[in-house]
């Protein structure tokens, strides 16, 4: 049965390598979501650009732009800062989670990648920012509300 917090969510899954990326697309067939794919830092960028998804997972080591480049641009513009970052990752030192957690991301998966350990952390991603939406469009409507009666 779709959940509605997944049915009309996108997901960029973001990765160099075609297998992992091939990898995590079919994980995620098991959610009923939108998938969309990203080969390198860049096009991430550019997808992200003209179509917001509402969460991306994120290869941290790609050549040219890194993971933790791409994050950063992500939680530094202010029309994609509320977009859920989860970096998946090989890396496990204290210094590249540092640097993971300074460029913003809001959760970590490690390599190689647990089926159950994604689909679970996706869908509660995908709750939180279905519900932070609702929460914005609420006192949005609020805020309209407000002003309405005092004129």
């Not at 067939?29 to 992200?48: N, R, V």
């Not at 509402?54 to 029309?79: A, T």
């Not at 540092?98 to 998966?109: M, P, Q, V, Y």
């Not at 089926?115 to 519900?131: A, D, F, P």
Request: aromatic share 4%; with cysteine.
């Amino acid at each position: 049965m779709p959940s509605e917090d997944t049915q009309s969510s996108v997901v960029l899954v973001v990765d160099d390598n075609p297998q992992n990326l091939e990898l995590i697309l079919a994980y995620l067939e098991d959610i009923d979501c939108q998938t969309l794919s990203a080969e390198g830092g860049q096009q991430a960028l550019d997808i992200i650009q003209k179509t917001p998804p509402d969460l991306v997972l994120l290869d941290v080591m790609m050549p040219k732009v890194s993971g933790f480049e791409v994050c950063k641009k992500i939680k530094n513009n202010p029309k994609t800062t509320d977009i859920p970052v989860i970096m998946v990752t090989a890396l496990n030192e204290i210094g590249d989670i540092e640097r993971a957690i300074d460029s913003g991301t809001d959760d970590f998966l490690s390599k190689p990648v647990n089926k159950w350990e994604l689909l679970t952390r996706v869908k509660t991603m995908l709750k939180l920012k279905h519900l932070e939406d609702k929460l914005e469009r609420t006192l949005a409507y609020l805020s309209e509300i407000e002003q309405n009666s005092h004129q």
